[in-house]
């Protein structure tokens, strides 16, 4: 019997050949193939019109474009940051010369708890680094009131949070700048990419200038910058993305009421958010597996493995439990709620592609 399908945890949206091909062509043409070239410039008015922010910088990737937030602020010392997240979280600050001081993540929203994070200052701690995790907002509020009384710099990681509202205005807009990934596996994707949104012009200009060595002029570098410049074919192709990104969510949304169809009232299984918070972008279907049900949550994993279907436990481990991030001499720091979702959670199958009988197989797995 033929193998079922696989299933992977994502899988990328792509728009119709045909409608990138001509663009391709002219820039074949016109040999203007980077470095702030018209479709770079199309593709930045595009995502500011789209998301409803100025100052949007293009880089290559968010782990260098949280790197260069990091350069820019001239962050020093220490860096509260949520140890639930990615490992780019962490590795932009290292590569910033920073040390990230986890703090223990709110257990509704799996984001940092706002209200720990002042405990964790000490006269070295020059920012914050939040995580809109799986696109749901951070208490901003919060954030910025403590950042404000301590005189501390704050970095959004917006990963996950493209196109999230919050309050009737952009997420992106709050702190001094926000990081969005444009990852192949993002809900909005250019293969590789992502932006960085600065609070004013000025800011904005002097990310733009890390982002290309740190240049001014022909005869004038002000820093150490990187080239973390985005190609014309990746902005050409980020600006037909946008095209489609409505009908993207709203696909999303419908595989994510099917789960909750599929899903519901199945012992020991909860979702993450319930299904009516704030508008969503549905980057993810994160489920906590608890005392209640019949397996454990590996249990599942390695089930629904068996069954071809490659769901995946983001984030396990919590970044501050990988070895090189120990404390020299030092135990891990107590992270209960951030340590109890990790062991829990699971990100199933989620994206625009998935079909109903994919998502029945998903359900009958577990299930059984
Ligand atoms: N901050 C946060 C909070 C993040 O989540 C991330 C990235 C970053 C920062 C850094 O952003 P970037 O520097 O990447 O812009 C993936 C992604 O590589 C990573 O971007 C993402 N977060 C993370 C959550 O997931 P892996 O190592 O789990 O990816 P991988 O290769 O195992 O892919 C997952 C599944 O997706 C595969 O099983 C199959 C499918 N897939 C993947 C790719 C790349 C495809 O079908 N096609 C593809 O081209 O990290």
Known sequence: MEAPKNL??????????????????KIWASRILTNS?????????????????????????????????????????????TPFSFVAT??????????????????????????????????????????HCYGRPCYVEAIEDIAKRHSLRVIYDAAHAFGIRHKGQSVLSFGDHSVLSFHATKVFNTLEGGAIVSRSAEA???????????????????????NAKMSELTAALGTVQLKHIDGYIEQRQQIDFRYRKLLGNIPGLHFVHPPEAAPSNYYALPILIGAGHHRSRDELYFRLRENNVFARRYFYPLISDFPMYAEPHGQAPEMPNARSVASRVLCLPMYPDLTEDEQERIANVIRS
């Open 204 to 226: 904005k200009l002097h990310i733009d200038r890390l982002i290309n060595y740190g240049i001014v002029d022909e005869q004038t570098v002000e820093s150490t910058g990187f």
């Open 90 to 131: 962490g590795h932009a600050l290292l590569w910033a010369g920073l040390k990230p001081v986890f703090v223990d993540i709110n257990p509704n929203t799996l984001n940092i708890d706002a209200n720990r994070i002042e405990a964790a200052i000490t006269p070295r701690t020059s920012g914050i680094m939040a995580l």
């Open 8 to 25: 992977f945890v994502t899988r990328p949206t792509l728009p119709p050949l045909g409608e990138y091909l001509p663009l391709i062509e």
């Open 37 to 81: 070239g018209p479709y770079h410039a199309q593709f930045i008015d595009g995502l500011s019109h789209y998301l409803g922010v100025e100052h949007i910088s293009l880089v290559t990737n968010a782990t260098v474009g949280l790197m260069l937030a990091a350069k820019a602020l001239h962050l020093t010392g220490e860096v509260i940051t």
